[in-house]
């Protein structure tokens, strides 16, 4: 279609589907800089740490990202990201 590469790239049919490709690739992005955080407050400290901000890098990538496999009728990723706010929300 008129889409071209972007459709074949991104899998996607729709213009709004740039939209919901760009919501997962930030939730991943959130979700794998809370380790960039976890790393530098961890070196800050000399021992390894874990700081609030990475519990909540945690939640709000995976909630970005469960939207985005529920978007994409992606059972794996549904499960993979559900099953870890449970953790998320009791570290906070």
Do not use: H
């Amino acid at each position: 279609g008129n889409m071209g590469w972007l459709s074949l790239v991104f899998n996607i049919t729709t213009p709004w589907g740039i939209a919901w490709v760009l919501l997962g690739l930030g939730g991943q992005l959130l979700f794998t800089g809370r380790m960039l955080v976890q790393w530098i407050a961890s070196e800050k400290s000399r021992r390894s740490v874990v700081p609030v901000s990475f519990w909540w890098m945690s939640l709000i990538g995976a909630t970005m990202l469960l939207v985005y496999f529920i978007w994409r009728r992606d059972i794996v990723g549904i499960v993979g990201q559900a099953t870890g706010w449970i953790i998320y929300i009791r570290n906070l």
